[in-house]
């Protein structure tokens, strides 16, 4: 079967470092996406990786290892408004989207 | 605003009821999907209309059915609903057979009572 693990919940401090954790096995590999989801809203895009290594984006950046299967999502300055929940899915060998079940990141004062 | 307009936003419907969910992209995008969001729970994929023809989830009960008139509209039809098919609703579209994001609707939260 096809899976996607991440934390179900991580705290942080305002100002400090995150990393937030995807591992997945599916079948097939063409990408793995980052998302952030704010409460009540919809899932806006953040990162898209396809080969090995650090893609950085601002305070954001995301890392991908197709041989251990696994990526991160590393939040910089972290901010108040960083609260959400991050969403990893992986593109199939059918270009279907797996999901894993989010991530809710809090950030405190 | 993402290009993906849902509505309603939020829906309390009894069990009886039948109501309608739409979804409109007009980002030029030829896959539409329709996904379940639970709390603590993967998106669970329920649609997919790829070149508006439907990839069906099995899984999916009888009681949602969905319409794609157009490569711009997407529909969820629903009818005599169980209170556990209470979650947010969400519609996205994206490019398909490449490697390109899906664009999310915000959402229809619905209260199954």
């Known amino acids: 079967g096809q899976n996607i693990d991440q934390p179900t919940e991580m705290t942080a401090t305002e100002g400090a470092i995150v990393q937030i954790n995807c591992t997945y096995q599916?079948?097939?590999?063409?990408?793995l996406f980052w998302y952030q989801q704010h409460a009540g809203e919809a899932p806006t895009f953040l990162s898209y990786n396809v080969l090995d290594g650090l893609e950085e984006k601002g305070r954001f950046s995301s890392f991908l290892s197709r041989s251990k299967g696994y990526s991160y999502l590393l939040l910089k300055e972290l901010q108040m408004k960083d609260s959400a929940s991050y969403l990893c899915a992986v593109l199939d060998s059918n270009y279907q989207l797996i999901w894993g079940a989010g991530t809710k990141l809090i950030i405190k004062p | 605003e993402t290009g993906v307009t849902q509505t309603p936003r939020h829906l309390v419907m009894g069990m009886t009821n039948k109501k309608s969910l739409k979804c409109e992209q007009h980002l030029g995008h030829n896959a539409m999907y329709w996904y379940k969001q639970s709390a603590k729970k993967p998106l669970e994929l329920m649609f997919v209309y790829s070149l508006e023809e439907r990839v069906e989830n099995n899984s999916v009960p009888s009681r949602f059915s969905p319409e794609c008139p157009n490569s711009s509209h997407l529909f969820l039809h629903l009818h005599t609903l169980q209170p556990e098919d209470s979650a947010l609703y969400l519609c996205?579209?994206?490019?398909?057979?490449?490697?390109?994001?899906?664009?999310f609707g915000q959402g229809t939260r619905l209260t199954v009572v």
């Open positions: 996205a579209s994206r490019v398909t057979g490449e490697n390109t994001e899906a664009f």
């Open positions: 599916t079948s097939g590999f063409n990408g």
